[in-house]
């Protein structure tokens, strides 16, 4: 059974810096993208940033340029770097893997909150 597993969230300062990690359990073939999405409250979740089997990436335009996707195929995680944090970040991140037949995992979503 494939779980995906999230950490890494917290409470930070604006101007900050978080990592996030997802760690993928179980066998997972044929694996199209890797994604984080994202969601505040009251708002509909949307795409961060994606990576896929390639080297292909691509960001969100509120997020370009301070965010970094990247994944360890050997450890079977990807990482979101999220560097100049704004409370605007703020929301629940979820990873999201989807294979080359349309089979879509997630995890349960980790908190980042960005405040002073």
């Known amino acids: 059974q494939v779980q995906l597993v999230e950490s890494g969230g917290g409470l930070v300062q604006p101007g900050g810096s978080l990592r996030l990690s997802c760690a993928a359990s179980?066998?997972?073939?044929?694996?199209?993208?890797r994604r984080w999405y994202r969601q505040a409250p009251g708002k509909q979740r949307e795409l961060v940033a994606a990576?896929?089997?390639?080297?292909?990436?691509n960001y969100a335009d509120s997020v370009k340029g301070r965010f970094t996707i990247s994944r360890d195929n050997a450890k079977n995680t990807v990482y979101l770097q999220m560097n100049s944090l704004k409370p605007e970040d703020t929301a629940v991140y979820y990873c999201n893997i989807e294979t080359v037949v349309r089979t879509s995992y997630w995890g349960q979503g980790t908190q980042v909150t960005v405040s002073s």
């Open positions: 179980g066998s997972i073939f044929g694996i199209y993208a």
């Open positions: 990576i896929t089997s390639g080297v292909s990436t």
